[in-house]
């Protein structure tokens, strides 16, 4: 039987990386890592490393995503592969390159979390019933109205948590129906207030200025949710801590509760609701419309219902039935 050189060729392989082109300890270690799992199940349909075929090479992916590896995992072992190949293409070893025609598997999309409208009815009344429940204090008050508040604002607006918890003092303007926001990069847009978020927001600087008076506290923060943090505004740990306890008291499951998860809700009702993609990107304040696109399945939905509800062929179909 003719002799396995592979493990003596994924040595000479290292030692030309190391010498050639100054890899790393780690580059070199994950190399070897990626090679001997390639060599080992090669090895039990007893194939050569250095034989291997472009079929052998597929069939060791495909190994690999039925173990569960992930497609980033998938492609830097193939990525390994690639190298080694190459090596021995070049030193005259092999007179073809097995992955040359292989493409790298592709990471499946994942959709983004989000909540049902009902789900998120259902947070913003039980925040709203915590905000007007009857014998609280103060200050018990006004953090469940500065809570309520900042609810009411990121689902209507879709801001970022950080956005959200570091407005300034004067972002609501009297009479008008729009918010400044500085996102990413100090870019600033224009996002609509709804009727709701303006009224809790109103409703928490007047109990905010009442707190301020009761207590002889000056008000002199520029923020509009001010705290004795670092940041002298209220930190996104917190506001993410009050959403979870709200959401628990909803009866809501918490793992799928977070701020980011309201500004996903945001931009899918939206969408379910008729809006433009180019008019969510501009509210989330995404500069490129491929990050957006991770909604398209919601625009999928809404074009097939619209398709199956009013194409003449659809509704003879439905006669037909």
């Known amino acids: 039987m003719k002799q396995d050189l592979s493990a003596a060729h994924v040595e000479a392989f290292l030692e030309m990386m190391i ?22 199940f090669l090895q039990t349909k007893n194939i050569k490393l250095t034989e291997a075929s472009s079929d052998h090479i597929r069939a ?30 070049d030193e005259g070893l092999r007179d073809n390159d097995p992955t040359g025609i292989i493409d790298a598997p ?9 909540l049902s409208e009902s789900d998120v009815d259902l947070l913003l009344k039980t925040a709203d019933d915590k905000a007007n429940a009857p ?68 409703t928490y600087i007047d109990l905010h200025k009442k707190h301020h008076q009761a207590t002889k506290k000056p008000d002199d923060s520029s923020f509009l949710f001010p705290a004795s943090s670092k940041t002298g505004h209220l930190a996104r740990q917190v506001f993410a801590r009050q959403l979870k306890d709200t959401a628990q008291s909803a009866g809501l499951n918490i793992e799928k509760i977070s701020p980011h998860v309201l500004r996903h809700a945001f931009a899918s009702h939206l969408l379910a609701n008729g809006a433009d993609l180019r008019a969510v990107q501009e509210l989330l304040g995404h500069s490129d419309i491929s990050t ?14 619209l398709v199956n509800e009013h194409h003449p062929l659809a509704k003879l179909d439905k006669k037909s039935d």
């Open 106 to 114: 592709k990471s499946q999309v994942t959709l983004p979390k989000t």
């Open 135 to 202: 014998e609280q204090s103060l200050s018990t008050k006004l953090q469940h109205v500065r809570f309520q508040a900042l609810l009411e604002l990121l689902y209507a607006t879709g801001m970022r948590v950080s956005e959200l918890v570091a407005l300034p003092k004067n972002v609501l303007k009297r009479n008008e129906p729009f918010l400044l926001i500085t996102g990413k990069g100090n870019k600033e847009r224009l996002v609509p207030i709804s009727g709701a978020a303006r009224r809790a927001l109103e």
């Open 19 to 40: 010498a050639e082109r100054g890899a790393a300890n780690n580059t070199v270690e994950s190399y070897t890592r990626d090679l001997d799992d390639a060599r080992g």
């Open 60 to 89: 060791y992916l495909s190994h690999m995503a039925d173990q569960g590896f992930a497609a980033t995992s998938q492609s830097r072992h193939l990525s390994s592969l690639k190298q080694f190949f190459r090596f021995l293409h």
């Open 292 to 305: 957006t696109q991770i909604y398209t399945h919601v625009l999928d939905e809404r074009l097939k219902k």
